[in-house]
Structure formats: structure tokens, C-alpha cells
């Protein structure tokens, strides 16, 4: 029986940038399998599509393009903050500017964003917003534990629960 939509998925799988060859992202084999409802946007959009016609035990090997994935890499949200944004009590921590750092920032309309801190100079600091996933195609390997009927209560949570 393949899985439906409203049912609950359980499954191992290995994530590798690309290809069978690229760096190791991420794997559950070691660990808890993911489980998910399927059908209901828990999942990006193209991983659950590979999926349709899998049941249990079978296993799977399927590569999504970056743009069906975390998107195209953007050059457009990379944004530069001049380094006044950073003074507090007159001067800069460098703690707060070191590469590598994560930084949220709120829009006027109050969304936020995560960014990663990529470049700094005298002036400026360059922080690049884009997923750190974006541009990059994804390659999952792994296998399909079980599926059964999610209960009214996962259904209207929209989680699977123990
Ligand atoms: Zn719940």
C-alpha cells in the first residue's frame, strides 16, 4: 500500500550535497528516524513527490534541484550594515562582528531574519541572509520505515505524536 495523504511516515534517510559522492549533510541512520505527515506541507514540496509510490521497506535515491529545494542562491540578500549599527555603549564588541556569527534582524514590519555574518571591513559588515541550503541540490538516500493512518489528533496539531 503506497502512501496517502494524512498518513504518517516513518523513515531513515541520509541527506548528501549534489550527488552520491557530495558531503555528507546530514543521516538518521544512526539515530531516530524522522516521521512526518505526509501531505500537509510538513515537507519541501519535491521530497515528499519522490516518495509517492514507496511503501514499506522499499528503499529510495532521488536528487532535488536547489530551486525546488531551499531555492537559488541570492546575491540580491547579502546586505552590508555599516558598522555604527554595532556600537553599543560607544564601542564595538568584536564578539558581535566575528565571522561566522548568526545574526537576527527585524524588517519595519517586524519580520525577521537570520543571517550569517560572511565579510567585515572598517566600515561595514556583510551579512549574507540566504539559507545556508540555498543553491546547493540536494541527494537523499535512505528508506521507508513504515506508514499508518495519522490520528484526528495529529491531524489537527499537525505533528506526529509519540
Ligand atoms: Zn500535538
Do not use: C, W
Not at 498518513?7 to 516521521?35: C, I, R, W
Amino acid at each position: 500500500m503506497a502512501i496517502k495523504k494524512n498518513q504518517v511516515v516513518v523513515l531513515h534517510y541520509k541527506l548528501q550535497e549534489e550527488n552520491p559522492d557530495g558531503e555528507l549533510v546530514e543521516s538518521t541512520f544512526e539515530s531516530e528516524p524522522l516521521e512526518f505527515i505526509y501531505g500537509i506541507g510538513q515537507m519541501i514540496p519535491a521530497f515528499e513527490g519522490n516518495l509517492e509510490q514507496k511503501n514499506e521497506g522499499d528503499d529510495f535515491a532521488f536528487a532535488i534541484e536547489a530551486e525546488e529545494a531551499y531555492g537559488l542562491y541570492d546575491e540580491q540578500a547579502i546586505a552590508n550594515i555599516p558598522m555604527s549599527e554595532f556600537i553599543v555603549d560607544g564601542k564595538v564588541d568584536p564578539e558581535s562582528i566575528e565571522l561566522g556569527r548568526s545574526l537576527g534582524l527585524q524588517d519595519a514590519q517586524g519580520n525577521s531574519y537570520q543571517g550569517i555574518i560572511v565579510e567585515t571591513d572598517e566600515e561595514s559588515i556583510k551579512v549574507d541572509f540566504n539559507h545556508p541550503m540555498a543553491g546547493i541540490d540536494l541527494y537523499f538516500t535512505g528508506k521507508i520505515i513504515s506508514i499508518r493512518e495519522a490520528t484526528d489528533s495529529e491531524l489537527d496539531h499537525g505533528h506526529v505524536h509519540e
